[in-house]
């Protein structure tokens, strides 16, 4: 009896729930929401189910976040500590980078309410 090969995680944007998610075929393996203000997406809260934990999902995910939120002539506010370490430790983004300011934080509790 062989193994069958893990399936390849995919990311996709889920624009009605301002989040993306990373699926390990077709289970959900976790997300990163956003809340958008004008042309910075601020990214808020990161999740990887623990099921799919220790596999660089979290990475995968936030590259692709990122990738697609650059693309797309938006700004990045690392308000997540996963985003936040992220962009600390890969300088890839590093020009595309706002600060979080109080304002940001504000923006995604009003969003949340």
Same mark, same amino acid.
């Given at each position: 009896?062989?193994?069958? $090969?893990?399936?390849? %995680?995919?990311?996709? /944007?889920? $624009? ?5 998610? *990373?699926? @390990?075929?077709? =289970? %959900? ?27 660089? /999902?979290?990475?995968? /995910? *936030?590259? &692709? ?10 700004? *990045? @506010? %690392? /308000?997540? $500590? ?5 962009? =600390? ?7 595309? @980078?706002? $600060?979080?300011? %109080? ?7 009003? &969003?949340?309410?």
């Amino acid at each position: 009896m062989t193994d069958k $090969p893990e399936a390849r %995680p995919t990311v996709q /944007l889920s $624009p009605e729930q301002l989040r993306y998610e *990373i699926r @390990v075929g077709d =289970e %959900p393996a976790g997300f990163t929401q956003f809340v958008d203000d004008g042309a910075r997406r601020i990214f808020f809260h990161t999740e990887i189910d623990e099921r799919f934990a220790g596999r660089g /999902l979290a990475s995968t /995910l *936030i590259r &692709a976040a990122l990738a697609d939120t650059t693309t797309h002539g938006k700004r *990045i @506010v %690392p /308000l997540c $500590p996963f985003v936040a370490g992220f962009v =600390e430790k890969h300088d890839d983004f590093a020009d595309f @980078v706002d $600060p979080v300011t %109080p304002e940001a934080e504000r923006t995604v509790r009003e &969003a949340l309410r």
